[in-house]
């Protein structure tokens, strides 16, 4: 239920693209011809999901007054128009109040009550208990329905490239678990996930080197996994430990994804799935391959 500030729009760069030389820099010998998964620099990839795997559809403002409006909380033009602001507001002070989405304090669920509570709070809408809770239920059901969010069409023809190539894909996300139990499934995405990293469960969100570590730790036993099946029996006891250098993340926040990844010691290239060239620029100025 991570609001993305875009709905869905024409993608500048397919992920099909992402290993040309001209993307990555000196790409030659990221990936090697050979069936040994330990022998490949790159091995695992990871990527963030709003803005790289998935797209918001619609606007906030629409989500969240389409639902009050159905619960029988009627809002003016002007309180409409200020949902997203206020949105935003209250996404921050929910976060600074209970970082991670309440991590181990609190459901992500309770979470999301606390911050569209408190969107409409700041929009200066009342309503009673009864109808806060209603209100609520309808907007955390709408974020978990293709009505808010769709994969990119050539996002599981990638992951399948990369399962098919025996690299390990999985999920680096400042967001809760709902992402990997509802939405990422339900948009055909799940198959191919062999890790999900959310911030909510480890504690630490994007750029912190410590979410990026605890990427490694989940994707390791995959890559031993794979090589049992495709090769010997004591593969599996055999399968070298995974380097930062052999993971490449993809995302589309050049701190968060890019200089996050950096830090952490993995390779990583931003996306540019909205054709937002000045922003895009600006990325490639500072070193990023977009």
């Known amino acids: 239920m991570i609001f993305a500030r875009h709905h869905l729009r024409r993608q500048s760069l397919p992920m099909s693209n992402i290993f040309h030389p001209s993307r990555l820099g000196s790409s030659r010998g990221l990936f090697s011809t050979s069936h040994d998964p330990g022998s490949r620099r790159i091995r695992v990839i990871s990527c963030d999901v709003t803005g790289t795997l998935v797209s918001f559809l619609g606007k906030i403002e629409d989500h969240y007054g389409n639902a009050a409006r159905t619960c029988g909380v009627e809002l003016p033009p002007h309180k409409m128009s200020s949902i997203g602001k ?33 969107s409409f709070e700041l929009v200066g809408t009342e309503m009673s208990d009864q109808e806060q809770e209603r209100v609520f239920q309808r907007v955390y059901s709408k974020f978990g329905s293709h009505a808010a969010y769709d994969a990119f069409p050539d996002a599981s023809p990638f992951l399948k490239w990369c399962h098919r190539r025996g690299i390990a894909t999985g999920v680096i996300s400042n967001a809760d678990e709902r992402y990997g139990d509802s939405i990422l499934p339900m948009l055909g995405l799940g198959d191919d996930m062999k890790f999900l990293t959310f911030s909510k469960n480890v504690g630490y969100e994007k750029p912190r080197k410590e979410i990026f570590q605890a990427a490694i730790k989940q994707a390791e036993p995959w890559l031993s996994l794979v090589k049992s099946n495709s090769m010997r029996e004591d593969a599996f006891n055999s399968c070298p430990p995974l380097k930062p250098e052999e993971v490449l993340h993809i995302g589309n926040d050049f701190k968060k994804d890019y200089l996050g990844a950096k830090d952490a010691g993995f390779h990583a290239i931003l996306l540019d799935r909205y054709d937002e060239k000045e922003l895009a620029d600006s990325w490639r100025q500072e070193g990023a391959p977009v």
């Open 86 to 118: 206020c949105f935003n507001e209250a996404y921050h002070e929910t976060s600074d109040a209970h970082p991670c989405f309440g991590n181990h304090e609190m459901s992500a669920k309770d979470w999301w009550r606390r911050c569209v509570k408190r």
